[in-house]
């Protein structure tokens, strides 16, 4: 219809502008220009986002708490309803960037929701949803952060309802492991110690002794200690068991400190050494088994009868 029209950013900051069209032929050659001279005045944006829910799934995630799901869907409302020319973006903390994701309007531009295209990092974060125009010019309304804490871990069901604690099982999102909580004290304190012997017929004392049976089955000892909490159903399972090497790394975050998270791991010695199930190692030609420092996943090798920590696990189905 021998009409045309352009978005700018020129009009980003106040002050005097001026615009000028080119008009070409098809091979690039200028045919004319034309010009044009505005004052653009102190425009703010008016309207303003407000995020008013953030959802794991179905469930919303409360005020200060913390989830596993690196992609949580973050809901809002917006007054009045947006324009064609604004945007809803998000931001994290301090950061000036808008986290990249789909965003989505609903109910003639009165509600959005969005969904982050990367998966948000572990720790602490303060979202705050602002209204953009198309020129970068955001809202000026002093906002309330929403605050969460982005973690690995989740709680366990219990199927009678509600959930395990943490100190008796906590899942990893990222693994599918269910991993032992640790008590402050009894049977499944944190700092308790434990011997690894494991047969009746291969040598495991310096002294070329056996151990026997009842020897093994000590609750002191890990097998004993496996049947003990198989034979409790720790959280509804008897199928606990010793970890291997890779899966007791899992663990350890070793540019974090404590390198293991407190918060879901609760009464952990942060420089102790946990048993693995690594079997077939020998050290002067007796039988032995091996370790995982959990402060920097470190392993080592020593003789079954020696005693360190027990933190058991099992594969979730």
């Known amino acids: 219809n021998n009409a045309w029209q352009t978005v700018t950013s020129a009009f980003?900051?106040?002050?005097?502008?001026t615009i000028?069209?080119?008009?070409?032929?098809?091979?690039?050659k200028l045919l004319e220009t034309r010009s044009i001279t505005v004052t653009v005045a102190d425009n703010p944006v008016s309207q303003s986002a407000t995020i008013t829910d953030v959802k794991d799934g179905e469930q919303s995630i409360a005020e200060g708490s913390s989830t596993s799901n690196p992609k949580p869907v973050i809901t809002g409302s917006i007054s009045p309803s947006l324009g064609i020319y604004f945007t809803v973006q998000v931001f994290d903390g301090a950061s000036t960037l808008s986290l990249t994701g789909n965003t989505t309007y609903s109910?003639?531009?009165?509600?959005?929701?969005?969904?982050?295209?990367?998966?948000?990092?572990q720790g602490h974060h303060e979202l705050i949803a602002k209204v953009v125009r198309i020129d970068g010019v955001t809202e000026t309304?002093?906002?309330?952060?929403?605050?969460?804490?982005?973690?690995?871990?989740?709680?366990?069901s219990n199927n009678s309802g509600g959930n395990y604690d943490k100190t008796e099982c906590v899942q990893d999102k990222h693994t599918g492991l269910i991993w032992e909580g640790k008590t402050a004290s009894g049977d499944r304190a944190g700092g308790n110690l434990y011997t690894n012997f494991n047969s009746t017929t291969i040598v495991?004392?310096?002294?070329?002794?056996?151990?026997?049976?009842?020897?093994?089955?000590?609750?002191?000892n890990s097998i004993g200690y496996v049947n003990s909490v198989n034979s409790q159903s720790l959280c509804g399972f008897n199928d606990w068991r010793l970890p291997t090497m890779v899966e007791l790394r899992t663990l350890v975050k070793a540019d974090s400190s404590p390198s293991i998270n407190p918060e879901w791991f609760p009464n952990t010695n942060m420089?102790?050494?946990?048993?693995?199930?690594?079997?077939?190692?020998?050290?002067?030609?007796?039988?032995?088994?091996?370790d995982i420092r959990i402060s920097d996943g470190s392993d080592s090798y020593l003789y079954r009868y020696q005693r360190d920590l027990i933190r058991l696990v099992r594969s979730a189905r």
């Not at 980003?12 to 502008?17: E, H, I, R």
């Not at 109910?107 to 990092?121: A, E, I, Y």
Request: proline share 1%; no cysteine.
């Open 20 to 28: 000028t069209a080119e008009f070409k032929d098809s091979d690039g």
């Open 271 to 290: 420089n102790g050494f946990y048993w693995s199930s690594a079997s077939d190692l020998t050290m002067d030609d007796m039988d032995a088994g091996a």
């Open 107 to 121: 109910d003639d531009r009165k509600n959005w929701s969005f969904t982050p295209g990367k998966s948000l990092s």
């Open 204 to 220: 495991q004392k310096t002294d070329d002794t056996l151990f026997t049976q009842a020897e093994i089955d000590a609750s002191t």
């Open 141 to 156: 309304t002093n906002k309330v952060a929403r605050t969460f804490n982005m973690s690995q871990y989740s709680l366990v």
């Open 12 to 17: 980003t900051n106040a002050g005097v502008k």
